[in-house]
């Protein structure tokens, strides 16, 4: 096994963001690590989203990174019910953004030769977005929320090139790490000071 790469998602919000966006990953990919380690040069890769910077529920970011799922989707249902149903991809990329990072610099994963990666987008132009581009009022929201001000919306090859990049061997030392790809999004958003 050369690479795994997860990019599936849900966007709806409700338990199955929670269940496929992060313990759909995390699981899958930690099942496969046997198979990672026995290959000379695998990589991981995970897909989040520079959303994962924005508002979240903490109680339901916790749950997951304590592999908890049933807490974290009744805490899901909580948001939903508290009118924070926005709140859950944040929360469920977040999560996935610690459990990189938690898990890349833990035993069996870079002592074992195995990068594990976020790749964080903006916002790109694909199926899943459209419907929010043909809503004038919903892509206001969304470039406030997601300023991107270097070359705007990015496409999915833009992203993908950045993926091939983490997945191959010329990927020799890096690991645990988020990368932005979004524009300057999360620059814009979290300001020079955060540093």
Not at 22 to 38: I, K, S
Not at 89 to 116: C, F, H, N
Not at 138 to 164: C, F, H
């Amino acid at each position: 096994m050369d690479a795994v790469v997860t990019c599936a998602g849900v966007s709806v919000p409700g338990g199955a963001m929670v269940s496929v966006n992060y313990f759909g990953t995390t699981e899958f990919v930690t099942a496969l690590r046997p198979a990672l380690a026995a290959a000379p040069r695998a990589r991981v890769v995970l897909i989040g989203s520079v959303s994962g910077t924005q508002p979240h529920d903490p109680a339901v970011v916790a749950a997951c990174l304590a592999g908890e799922e049933d807490k974290a989707l009744t805490l899901a249902g909580r948001a939903i019910a508290g009118g924070r149903a926005q709140q859950l991809y944040p929360s469920s990329k977040a999560a996935l953004a610690q459990w990189a990072r938690r898990t890349a610099v833990a035993e069996g994963w870079a002592d074992a030769g195995i990068p594990v990666n976020v790749v964080a987008p903006g916002i790109v132009l694909t199926p899943m977005s459209a419907g929010l581009f043909d809503d004038p009022r919903m892509k206001k929201i969304m470039d406030k929320a997601v300023p991107m001000p270097l070359n705007g919306y990015s496409r999915p090859e833009d992203i993908a090139r950045v993926v091939l990049f983490l997945a191959s061997d010329a990927n020799s030392h890096i690991t645990g790490q988020v990368l932005y790809v979004d524009g300057g999004a999360e620059a814009t958003l979290r300001g020079p000071e955060d540093f």
